[in-house]
């Protein structure tokens, strides 16, 4: 049973930081991308980082370039969000979530997700 297991979430003061935690299990994700995502109450879900799990190759929402550093731990088979200066804004549940491509449609598509954990920046 493949699991995305996120935890690190809490409150924090503005300018504050936090460092989020994916820990995957069930399979090999060396085909995969590991991507974080955010969604706050009344708002759709919105994409923070990405990094493939083989080159540790990463993006970024322009929204917390500069300020987020995603990671990876192939022995842990964990993915880190290291998220410094906080802002209000960056108030939300974050998911990690597991991405491959998919030869039969073209397409990327994410195959699994986390439960989310919830951060809360004070201002």
């Known amino acids: 049973q493949v699991q995305l297991v996120e935890s690190g979430g809490g409150l924090v003061q503005a300018g504050g930081s936090l460092k989020l935690s994916c820990a995957a299990s069930?399979?090999?994700?060396?085909?995969?991308?590991i991507a974080w995502f955010r969604q706050a109450p009344g708002k759709e879900r919105e994409f923070v980082a990405r990094?493939?799990?083989?080159?540790?190759?990463?993006y970024y929402a322009d929204s917390v370039k500069g300020r987020f550093t995603i990671s990876r731990d192939n022995a842990k088979v964990t993915v880190y969000l290291q998220m410094n200066s906080l802002k209000p804004e960056d108030t939300a549940v974050y998911y990690c979530?597991?991405?491959?491509?998919?030869?039969?449609?073209?397409?990327?598509?994410?195959?699994?997700w986390g439960q989310g954990t919830q951060v809360t920046v004070s201002s």
């Open positions: 979530a597991a991405q491959r491509y998919m030869m039969s449609t073209g397409r990327m598509t994410y195959d699994y």
């Open positions: 990094i493939t799990w083989s080159y540790g190759n990463t």
């Open positions: 069930g399979r090999t994700f060396n085909d995969y991308n």
